[in-house]
């Protein structure tokens, strides 16, 4: 059974980091059939994929558009888990942050719990 | 990217109805990559049809996908009262992934 255990603030100041960790059980980062995805919700954007990283033969990403200049989401293979980092945000950013696998189907099949992260000074 | 337009916005239905919930993409879903998913109040959503008309992993046979190209219908046959929250369509055929903005069922 995969379970996905999110960590990290709930709370970070505009123009700062937000950083979020995504702790894996049940499979591993390094699956070369699986991808570790970001995914964020709010009430003015909706569910909004933010990014992904996934392992074949090397490490690739791929990130949204609307966050592409400051996001980063990186592979911890020692500690099986991924993080996400987001720089420079505004209270645009406040949103429920949502770690997901997406599996061999193509689909998020599971999810972290959530995070709700709050930029407010 | 592909929009994703869920219709209705609120379906209002009774206990034992037949929900019928649409998805429109923007541009046709390669190979019918689309998913829908169900969302509790404080919950993560949770995976319910894959590849358009698959069903994941024990989920009830009430609920059923159907469509292809670009357009999408999700079907629950006797609404059950935990049925009654909000769903999402989401395609996979193209980064960026993306979604529907949802269709809440609520009892009338």
């Known amino acids: 059974q995969v379970q996905l255990q999110q960590s990290g603030p709930g709370l970070v100041k505009p123009s700062q980091t937000l950083s979020l960790t995504c702790a894996i059980s049940?499979?591993?980062?390094?699956?070369?059939?699986?991808?570790w995805n970001w995914i964020r919700q709010s009430p003015s954007r909706g569910l909004e994929w933010l990014g992904r990283?996934?392992?074949?033969?090397?490490?690739?990403?791929d990130y949204a558009v609307s966050v592409k200049s400051r996001i980063s989401i990186n592979p911890d293979t020692s500690r099986n888990q991924v993080s996400l980092q987001l720089n420079s945000v505004t209270p645009e950013d406040t949103a429920v942050y949502y770690c997901?696998?997406?599996?061999?189907?193509?689909?998020?099949?599971?999810w972290g719990q959530g995070t709700l992260v709050t930029v407010s000074s | 990217e592909i929009v994703l337009t869920q219709s209705p916005g609120t379906l209002s239905l009774s206990p034992g109805e037949r929900a019928t919930l649409s998805c429109r993409a923007s541009q046709s879903v390669t190979n019918n990559y689309l998913a829908w998913y169900q969302q509790k109040s404080g919950q993560a959503p949770r995976l319910l049809i894959y590849?358009?008309?698959s069903r994941a992993t024990g989920i009830p046979d009430r609920f059923s996908g159907s469509g292809s190209g670009t357009d999408f219908t999700l079907t629950i046959t006797r609404l059950e009262p935990e049925d009654f929250t909000v769903y999402y369509c989401q395609q996979y055929s193209t980064i960026p992934r993306t979604f529907g903005q949802g269709t809440k069922v609520e009892v009338k």
């Open positions: 049940g499979d591993s980062v390094s699956s070369d059939t699986a991808t």
């Open positions: 590849d358009a008309s």
């Open positions: 990283t996934y392992y074949r033969s090397k490490w690739y990403n």
């Open positions: 997901a696998r997406r599996d061999i189907s193509g689909c998020f099949d599971y």
